[in-house]
């Protein structure tokens, strides 16, 4: 036999198979793309039921947060009668601190710049706390100081709590 003959009926018997080869690899390379791609879109939809919730759970403790530690709220909650300007500031400091450390976990549900904005109003009111203080002696009564720490804060206008309400707000709007 003839190496040419033996080289064409080998080409006649493969080429058919290669061919149904290559076909059946892209029809089940469809299917099982098609099948991932459901699959995931599945799996969004459990996870978009879980998260959604989570997410708005998260806005409003936020929220909370932002509301617990403007001064209006602070220095009604924690203010003691005969406390000192310095036992109040401590005691105002540690109730943001708390409040903050509490609501730590929010972060992962919210964006990165919501949580940066949640940051800000954080400390631009420890700063506000002390630097309100610091006009004051330690031993004086915190009557004083408590009214400048509300004065300085509705004085600010556009202060980080509020703006930090604002995009919070408009953030969860958005999930709607």
Do not use: C
């Not at 699959?39 to 919730?53: D, F, G, N, V, Y």
């Not at 915190?142 to 709590?161: K, M, Q, R, W």
């Amino acid at each position: 036999m003839d190496w040419q003959k033996i080289i064409e009926q080998a080409i006649a018997l493969f080429f058919p198979l290669i061919v149904i080869f290559v076909f059946i690899y892209y029809m089940l390379k469809a299917f099982f793309d098609q099948f991932e791609k459901q699959r995931k879109q599945e799996m969004a939809q459990r996870t978009s039921k879980t998260l959604l919730p989570l997410k708005f759970q998260a806005y409003e403790r936020i929220t909370l947060f932002l509301e617990r530690i403007k001064p209006e709220s602070m220095v009604i909650r924690v203010a003691q009668p005969g406390m000192t300007t310095f036992e109040l500031q401590r005691a105002l400091t540690e109730s943001v601190r708390e409040e903050y450390e509490h609501n730590l976990s929010q972060q992962i549900y919210v964006s990165s710049q919501a949580w940066a904005m949640v940051v800000g109003a954080r400390q631009s009111m420890m700063q506000l706390i002390t630097s309100t203080a610091a006009k004051y002696g330690s031993d004086d009564l915190y009557v004083e100081y408590a009214t400048e720490l509300l004065n300085e804060f509705a004085s600010a206008g556009n202060d980080p709590v509020t703006l930090a309400l604002t995009y919070i707000q408009k953030e969860a709007k958005e999930l709607m």
